[in-house]
């Protein structure tokens, strides 16, 4: 626990004037982001009296080992730079909105030349128009499938539509009328569009003007005694008018606003937003957060509009937002807020009427969805607590871990060794810090040298970021480390030039990510995992010991009987099968298990289908199909001659000269057999097919391997 008097700035160091401010651990990592109108007068709140300050504010200043700022001109600049600063560095004291569900939206993608209706979710694209958010995807098809009576967009992919378009016949929706069929041209391009701008029109709330347009064209049908159109044209009214009901009106004179309240209390708020368009209400969120620090509810829906509309512009900012507390002050947010449109927005609290009313709704949702979530969380958090202490207490720990990390050994029978590892926070995986390590200090099959080799790799990173060396360089020892595991647990194999998540490079040589990013090996587990017995473990504590770290508890979960290893200890220590501390052992034992069997399954296919061609430089997929596709196997292209290989299209002769020297240099593989058969087999293992793909011949046993 650090003084804050330790790194006080000196009188007079602090400028007076509006800017950004950040609080930094012993680690270097942001921990807080904040922005004031004058910084002198906002950080010296944070440097009087401990006893004085907020108990969530007194653990952070605690927490800090530094602070720094950024003076800006404005506050409205303060605003923009404090949104940016949280969603880079994460901070775990900032209020952090988590939204409760991944919404869909009803997107019409008007940047294509056929535009289509669909559903959505995650991030906006450029020239795409989205209504919504909706609670469920179905309650978006329901409207779709009404509207396409009367405006028979597309909806089908652009593989389907291709495939429409080369057979000359549309899909079904063509056939049944809910679709204009623009793939096999009963529409032009212009006529396409134009419906999907009527479709996004009345979407936006412009519902009369179509339907009235409907009436009279229902009664002209009529008048000329076409009564079948007559029929078909009040069915599409009937259609339009029930989508219509599936969003009652809520607000007479067709406004368009987001409606913000706020349920709240001493650990937790709850935040609930309806977004009225039109005056109907066409979508409802809402997110959760912990009260981190002492903040107001200004200041909590200050957060929320930050959260809410960061990344839009344009419309999707409404004319009106109404909230139940205006942010202090109120003008940067405003000015912000119009910005963002490009035309003046209105920031006010609801006084009396229809809106008053409605707020009235918004604010029962809020206090509901916080209910629920506390429900849920004293389940979560009771069960987590327990299990955690009594790990601490089986392995007499000072204190429950609350980061553990687990690592595991994976391989084919001594090939592709790999190993991974997971980190569980409080109980919960942190799939962003997830890392995965290729083995090749040695050769072979030797879990025991493999786990000393990894953890000595692990912690000597943390050891290199504890001395701030600001950088991560390549390990001496080969092999590509510290790539981040992907959320969905779909991992890549790690390489010189490591990706972060996002699939963005970040150099050679590791991770060279900004100070304060929660993506190093600069953080230190209470406890080490390692999958299996007491040999796995002793290896693991000596890996520590060689490095000189003695602070941190090493423990193994044995498969066989579920027993926990100490290091030195000759029995295992045994805990109950009800106990919530074995289960949470167990799961993170088995992430760890999942995650090194994904990523040496994938080392392994990528070994086997590796082929000769590869080796030869400028060499890409499209001519090495072309060279297979010509010559039928990868056999008769070695034996070909040079000129025959320049007759391939794009091959010239320099390419075919490096292709034969490379073709001659790779001893020929054993020839393939048909297990069942016993047949010898024409083709080469590693030989592409006709589609590129290597084709692999073998027993299916010796394919598939014992993973470790």
């Known amino acids: 626990m650090a003084d804050p008097s330790s790194y006080r700035p000196k009188p007079g160091e602090i400028p007076d004037s509006p800017g950004v401010y950040r609080f930094r651990d012993e680690h270097r990592r942001v921990i807080y982001v904040g922005k004031a109108k004058s910084l002198r007068q906002r950080l010296a709140n944070y440097f009087q009296d401990l006893a004085g300050l907020h108990p969530r504010t007194r653990s952070m200043v605690t927490t800090a080992a530094s602070v720094e700022w950024t003076v800006v001109s404005t506050e409205v600049e303060a605003l923009q730079l404090e949104y940016s600063w949280i969603k880079e560095y994460d901070p775990r ?11 869909p939206y009803l997107a019409v993608t008007m940047n294509e030349e056929y535009p289509r209706v669909q559903v959505m979710r995650g991030h906006k694209k450029k020239g795409v128009r989205y209504f919504g958010p909706y609670a469920h995807a179905w309650a978006i098809r329901d409207t779709v499938d009404l509207l396409l009576r009367v405006f028979p967009v597309r909806t089908c992919s652009a593989g389907v539509f291709k495939n429409a378009a080369r057979t000359g016949r549309p899909c079904l929706l063509g056939y049944i009328g809910k679709c204009s069929a623009p793939c096999v041209d009963r529409v032009s391009a212009e006529e396409h569009r134009e419906l999907a701008d009527e479709f996004c029109d009345f979407m936006t709330g412009r519902t009369n003007t179509y339907i009235r347009r409907l009436e009279k064209q229902m009664g002209e049908a009529a008048e000329e005694m076409e009564y079948e159109r007559a029929a078909r044209l009040r069915d599409d009214i009937e259609a339009l008018k029930k989508a219509m009901e599936k969003n009652a009106v809520v607000l007479a004179d067709a406004t368009d606003a987001d409606l913000i309240a706020v349920a709240e209390d001493e650990l937790e708020a709850a935040v609930q937003i309806f977004h009225v368009r039109g005056g109907r209400v066409r979508g409802q969120r809402g997110w959760v957060t912990d009260k981190v620090e002492e903040i107001t509810t200004g200041a909590l829906v200050e957060h929320a509009l930050q959260q809410l509309y960061g990344e839009e512009t344009g419309d999707a900012v409404p004319k009106e937002v109404l909230v139940p507390a205006l942010p202090d002050p109120v003008e940067p947010v405003q000015e912000w807020l119009t910005g963002r449109r490009g035309s003046n927005v209105s920031l006010r609290i609801p006084q009396r009427g229809d809106k008053k009313a409605l707020m009235e709704t918004v604010q029962r949702n809020a206090q509901q969805a916080l209910v629920l979530h506390k429900t849920k969380r004293a389940s979560d958090l009771t069960t987590r607590s327990r299990a955690l202490e009594e790990i601490a207490d089986a392995l007499d720990l000072d204190s429950a871990p609350l980061r553990i990390e687990c690592y595991d050994i994976s391989h084919l029978q001594g090939d592709d060794v790999v190993a991974s590892m997971v980190v569980f926070e409080d109980g919960l995986a942190r799939k962003s810090e997830y890392r995965r390590f290729q083995i090749k200090g040695f050769a072979g099959q030797d879990d025991v040298r493999s786990m000393h080799e990894v953890i000595t790799r692990r912690f000597r990173r943390y050891l290199a970021e504890k001395e701030k060396t600001g950088e991560w360089t390549e390990d001496k020892d080969g092999g590509a480390e510290g790539s981040p595991g992907a959320p969905t647990g779909t991992e890549t194999p790690a390489g010189p030039d490591v ?66 290893w100490l290091p030195g200890d000759d029995d295992p220590v045994i805990l109950p099968r009800t106990s919530e501390g074995l289960y949470l052992l167990q799961r993170v034992r088995d992430e760890a298990h999942r995650f090194a069997i994904t990523y040496q399954r994938t080392k392994r296919s990528k070994r086997f289908r590796s082929s000769p061609l590869d080796d030869v430089p400028g060499l890409g997929d499209t001519r090495k199909q072309a060279l297979l596709k010509h010559f039928g196997s990868l056999k008769k292209l070695r034996s070909a001659t040079i000129d025959q290989i320049c007759e391939v299209p794009g091959i010239g002769r320099k390419t075919a000269e490096t292709i034969a020297a ?46 470790t």
């Open 93 to 103: 004291f900032n209020v952090k909105y988590r939204d409760d569900k991944s919404y």
């Open 499 to 564: 990706i972060t998540a996002s699939g963005a490079p970040v150099g050679p040589g590791g991770l060279t990510e900004d100070d304060g990013r929660p993506k190093k090996f600069a953080y230190p587990p209470q406890l080490v995992v390692v999958d299996g017995g007491a040999p796995q473990v002793a290896a693991a504590r000596r890996a520590l010991d060689e490095l000189g770290i003695d602070d941190i508890a090493v423990c193994g979960l044995a498969k066989r009987l579920e027993e926990v």
């Open 662 to 707: 490379a073709l001659a240099q790779a001893a020929p593989a054993a020839p393939a057999v048909n297990t069942a058969t016993g047949e010898i087999m024409e083709e080469e293992p590693g030989t592409m097919g006709s589609s590129g793909e290597p084709v692999t011949m073998g027993a299916p046993d010796e394919r598939r391997g014992q993973e």
